[in-house]
């Protein structure tokens, strides 16, 4: 059974019903339905009765701050009573009267109380928290009006205070005025004293003016040396360029010697084969006339033999003729047994044969079924792995908050929160979408293993600059899933990984790869000066806003130490289907980042060497023939099927 979500009262209170629900038809159903509207608009009614919010707008009181009224502290009473008196009916048979009306309304809500049993302990509960909510708020008012008492007292002790206070300023005030008459006449002598410290800046702006000069002609002076330095070492490459062509020369022909050498060497190789072969030609030829030797001699053996066996052939086909002729007596009775024999086997034959369609038929059913379960498994499995896989993090996120609620509960039990955990408690909020996020990564991001294939094209960046040693660490901002710190942890690097979605962090854990929750730019910030030697954000920077972004850039740029790396991905929209499609297929993505933009944004925050690095193009089977279209064809290519992503990469100098 699906209930309707409650709905907003005026007055704040969550009405429960289904505004939206068919009309109810005639009958008993309709009066059943009668009854269940009955039921809630009395639940609704008592709770507005129990319950009057203080921004109700029928009658907005006036914020005062005097202590509360006897009236107040009543009405909260009567409040915690009316609780009390419903209370005690939740879930208890409502009056039947004696008429066959009374006795079917009296089954039907039997019937209802039997479907929603589980309702009466819930509401039991939430009475016996507003109950608890109101005395707790009695018990507040009552300490408020004793606070409020304490502070009338300690006020009119202040207002006395306050009047000895201003006495004894305004003597002070006359002391104060006679002191400020002596400051004037010292304020006459101090602009005396500046007029002749003034005089003596005049003669010392002179003083160095001529020292200003006299550097100057020191500055000419070094940029002659350096003209001179420069045109010596001009000099002296060029002498050795001369050095490195006679160099050159003389390796090339050492070479040319070297390869004259090697074919003197492989032409004596070809000698010694051909005299070799030539011998064991020589060696097979003696023993072919050997063997032929032999095989004459064992002819001759062999025609003596065949005239003995000639003659004892001749005496045993004499005694076959008789063996033959009491033969066929007994053929003829066997091939009377065998026409018999033949009979049932072509019986036999007929049945294996209708026995061999059932099992073929059998076969076919058998494999059709074996396909059908191999197409449900194929259609089920898919959808279940990818469901659980969704469900897993979403699992994650909300036991997280459950734990993070009930944590700050018990710190407070049974007073009410405080400001600090109501803010830890709100700020809860931005981990709504973790889960969701993580699906649409699964969905649209593509697997880890095509993830890892593409992030390895940076590894000889870190192999060539010696990234990623304890000198050199690497701090992958927005680490996602971890592919990036797996491929890393897989080749001995250095690295740790960041991010805001706890259902990613929880995953790289799960894998045993070094990440925390942190917010890249804050995490940035709280690092000392020079303290990485590689910075990492693959699809993180297209997700920020531009202050964000600079402070991002900011931040890597102070955190980096000289000789450092810093590495950003993101969509490229150079590419038609990227900037019009797929870069919107991720809700949270803020605005695409031309390459041009990109390369700019990085030198002009400090990064040296910047270069952009285009990434994944599409399959080659996906382009236009380019022989038969041409130059169009080619810019076709180039808007739709060019690179997808690029990368900005730049250096700390």
């Not at 996906?622 to 990368?647: I, K, L, S, W």
């Amino acid at each position: 059974m699906r209930i309707a979500a409650p709905a907003e009262s005026s007055c704040g209170v969550r009405r429960y019903g289904a505004p939206n629900a068919a009309k109810p038809c005639a009958g008993s159903v309709g009066y059943s339905m009668g009854v269940g509207n009955e039921l809630f608009l009395q639940i609704q009614q008592e709770m507005e009765r129990a319950y009057r919010p203080r921004d109700e707008p029928s009658s907005p009181a006036p914020v005062d701050t005097a202590e509360p009224s006897l009236m107040e502290l009543a009405g909260v009473r009567s409040a915690v009573a009316a609780l009390y008196s419903s209370y005690a009916v939740v879930g208890q048979m409502p009056p039947e009267p004696p008429t066959l009306r009374g006795r079917m309304s009296a089954n039907l809500v039997k019937a209802v109380r039997r479907m929603l049993f589980w309702y009466s302990p819930q509401i039991v509960l939430f009475q016996y928290s507003a109950v608890r909510a109101f005395e707790e708020q009695a018990k507040n008012l009552e300490g408020t009006g004793r606070r409020l008492r304490e502070f009338r007292r300690r006020e009119e002790e202040a207002r006395d205070a306050l009047g000895l206070r201003i006495q004894q300023l305004e003597s002070e005030l006359g002391e104060e005025r006679a002191h400020n008459n002596r400051l004037r006449a010292e304020w006459h002598d101090l602009q005396t004293s500046v007029a002749a410290t003034a005089s003596r800046a005049e003669a010392l702006q002179r003083q160095l003016e001529t020292e200003i000069a006299a550097r100057d002609a020191l500055t000419d002076r070094i940029a002659g040396l350096q003209t001179a330095y420069e045109d010596a070492r001009e000099t002296e490459r060029t002498a050795r360029q001369g050095l490195a062509a006679q160099l050159e020369a003389e390796a090339d022909a050492r070479e040319s010697l070297a390869a004259q050498l090697e074919a003197e060497a492989h032409a004596r190789e070809s000698l010694a084969a051909q005299l070799e072969a030539e011998a064991h030609a020589r060696e097979s030829l003696a023993a072919r006339l050997e063997a032929e030797a032999h095989a004459r001699e064992s002819l001759a053996a062999r025609l003596e033999t065949e005239v003995h066996a000639r003659e004892s052939l001749a005496a045993r086909l004499e005694t076959e003729v008789h063996a033959g002729e009491s033969l066929a007596a007994r053929l003829e009775t066997e091939v009377h047994a065998r026409e018999s024999l033949a009979a049932r086997l072509e019986t036999e034959v007929h049945a294996r044969e209708s026995l061999a369609v059932r099992l073929e038929t059998e076969a076919r059913a058998r494999e059709s079924l074996a396909a059908q379960v191999d197409s449900l498994r194929a259609q089920v499995f898919p959808r279940l792995e990818r469901e659980v896989l969704r469900l897993k993090p979403l699992q994650i996120a909300q036991d997280r908050r459950i734990s993070v609620l009930l944590e700050e509960a018990r710190k407070r039990w049974p007073e009410p929160f405080d400001a600090t955990q109501m803010c830890r408690l709100c700020g809860e909020e931005r981990h709504d979408i973790d889960a969701f996020y993580a699906a649409l990564e699964d969905e649209f991001r593509g697997s880890r293993e095509e993830i890892k294939e593409r992030l390895t094209v940076y590894l000889p960046k870190l192999m060539e600059s010696g990234m990623g040693s304890q000198s050199m660490p690497i701090l992958d901002a927005g680490c996602g899933r971890g592919e990036w710190l797996e491929l890393l942890r897989d080749r001995h690097f250095e690295a740790t990984g960041i991010d805001l979605n706890r259902v990613n962090i929880a995953m790289c854990r799960e894998r045993g790869l070094p990440a925390q929750e942190a917010e890249a730019v804050a995490y940035l910030q709280s690092l000392p000066d020079a303290s990485l030697g590689m910075v990492t954000a693959f699809h993180l920077i297209e997700h920020l806003p531009l202050r964000q972004l600079l402070g991002l850039l900011d931040a890597v740029v102070r955190t980096l130490k000289p000789g450092g790396l810093a590495i950003f991905e993101t969509p490229n929209p150079n590419n038609v289907w990227v900037g019009t499609r797929s870069f919107y297929l991720d809700p949270t993505h803020h605005h695409p980042i031309p390459p041009q933009l990109g390369q700019f944004l990085a030198e002009s925050r400090g990064l040296r060497r910047v270069e952009i690095m285009e990434l994944h193009p599409w399959p080659e089977a996906h382009r236009v023939d380019t022989h038969t279209d041409g130059e169009v064809a080619e810019r076709f290519n180039e808007y739709f099927y060019g690179p997808q992503d690029y990368a900005i990469i730049g250096w700390k100098v």
